[in-house]
């Protein structure tokens, strides 16, 4: 180890900065909301206010201080800072001079409670940089209310489990389940019930499932929050949309349980999906249902949490990239383009699940754009009923197959030739169709394939 990250209570503590410039903004920035007091010394050249003292520091003004950062370029005031500041016991930081310095500012991420660090010993910061970001991106926003929540029960716990094993098994329970969830999330309230109930009962509670999207595909779709769902997952319920490159980025050891569906396969009724996550969860597991695109845009996602609420399991929704959103910007399409469409409209053409038909007249309002769902085996139904609710025949259409996936193909063509479009290309699922004036902007992007290739 060549060096040694420490971390210091600042909590009544002095901090100082000498000096003007992005590096003492950007020390004034870190230590602005912290526990610390701050005083901020700037030069004559500077006036008092916003925080800033309009002068260089008198030994006077050191005194006390804990710790000293040094960011001015002149070099008479940096020495005689270092001086007084090491005269009154405080530690010295002298930007970008690992030689002057006492200690080094570590790559910080910082969530008040709790506080990660990075350090190169100055020689590689950016390199520290990139590591902290790598380290950002797994580490939920809201961990510092999950640090918070533990501060607020210290005691209780401390009461209730005199035994220090058994406080640490606990605090080792709640922190890597449901409770951990909720205050992330901040649902602080109910944070504190499971982590309340987990004490009584010592065991775990009713659980959590997180019903998370997983985009279109294209595992950089995930969001941060994703992710960790899936790296701190014990069990992932997934279906046939999710691709392998998506759970690829999972916890290596967690369960994948499959229950998709592709049509004329028996797939897993809803009502068991909802069972298994129920179950699941009520041993205590993290259980994450991965649905491809967003969970609560044609996923089923609504019945799902409905039942899971019912049955007392809390809820966790993540969202991810629809289909749509995903298609249209790897296609090149802007779903909504001044002058051309001011409005888009997500809408299935199937009316096999929803159990009704959709309002082909409000749908055939022009410079207006449709992507439509699970509409390949209805093409030819789609355009019938946009042409005869009104639509020009001419009005562009374009078919995203695996949008945003290595294997993606997208065609262009007319409305009037949409379903040969899709028999003549034969489409496979999943594909999305879009239909409005926007849609032959595709034709312009290089993954567009015009009917006459398709065909030929
Ligand atoms: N919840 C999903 C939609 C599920 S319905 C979402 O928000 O995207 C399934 C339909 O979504 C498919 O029939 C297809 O129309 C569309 N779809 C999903 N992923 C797709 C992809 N990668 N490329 C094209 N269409 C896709």
């Known amino acids: ?16 900065i000498v000096g003007e410039g992005d590096a003492a903004h950007a020390k004034a920035r870190l230590f602005s909301g912290s526990a610390a007091r701050l005083s901020w010394f700037a030069g004559p050249d500077v006036d008092d206010g916003e925080g800033r003292i309009g002068r260089w520091p008198e030994a006077a003004d ?21 001086e007084a500041a090491r005269a009154a016991g405080a530690q010295v930081n002298v930007v970008d001079q690992p030689g002057l ?24 910061p950016v390199l520290a940089r ?40 606990f605090w080792e329970t709640a922190f890597r389940g449901p409770a951990r969830d909720l205050a992330v999330e901040g649902r602080d309230a109910e944070a504190r019930r499971q982590m309340l109930r987990l004490l009584n ?62 049509r004329g396969d028996h797939s897993v009724p809803q009502d068991e ?3 298994l996550l129920i179950a699941e969860a009520r041993q205590g597991h993290r259980v994450v249902r991965l649905k491809g695109g ?20 809390s809820v966790v929704v993540v969202p991810g990239i629809t289909a749509a959103l995903g298609c249209a910007a790897s296609a090149g399409i802007p779903l909504t383009h001044r002058g051309q469409s001011q409005a888009v409209t997500f809408v299935t053409a199937t009316t096999r699940d929803e159990g009704v038909s959709p309002d082909w007249q409000a749908l055939a309002a022009p410079n207006h754009t449709l992507a439509i769902y699970m509409g390949v085996s209805d093409a030819a139904e789609v355009q019938g009923r946009l042409i005869a609710g009104g639509r020009s025949a001419s009005t562009p259409v374009a078919v995203v197959e695996n949008g945003t996936r290595p294997e993606q193909r997208v065609l262009t063509g007319r409305l009037d030739e949409l379903a ?8 496979q699922s999943p594909a999305l169709l879009i239909v409005g004036e926007t849609a032959d902007w595709a034709s312009a992007s290089a993954a567009g394939v015009s009917v006459q290739e398709a065909a030929a």
């Open 130 to 169: 990139d590591v902290r970001s790598a380290i950002e991106a797994v580490l939920p926003a809201g961990l510092d209310r999950l640090a918070r929540l533990a501060e607020g029960l210290r005691q209780t716990v401390i009461d209730t489990l005199p035994d220090f094993t058994a406080r640490r098994r």
């Open 420 to 427: 040969e479009l899709v028999r003549e290309g034969e489409v």
């Open 62 to 82: 050191l005194a006390g201080a804990r710790l000293v950062f040094i960011a001015t370029g002149h070099a008479d005031v940096r020495d005689r800072a270092i």
């Open 1 to 16: 180890m060549r060096v040694f990250l420490a971390s210091i209570p600042l909590q009544d503590t002095s901090v100082v």
């Open 294 to 313: 967003d969970p609560f845009v044609f996923g089923r996602g609504g019945e799902e949490a409905e039942a899971l609420r019912a049955a007392g399991v």
């Open 201 to 262: 009962v010592s065991q775990a509670g009713e659980g959590v499932v997180h019903l998370v999207g997983a985009g279109p595909g294209d595992p950089e779709l995930l969001t941060l929050k994703a992710l960790r769902a899936l790296q701190d997952a014990d069990v992932i319920v997934h279906d046939r949309l999710v691709p392998k490159a998506v759970l690829d980025r999972a916890r290596r050891d967690a369960r994948l349980i499959y229950v998709g569906k592709s």
């Open 273 to 275: 999906i909802a069972d």
């Open 101 to 124: 310095s006492d200690f080094h500012t570590p790559a910080l991420i910082d969530r008040d409670g709790v506080v990660v660090g990075v350090a190169t010993g100055g020689v590689a």
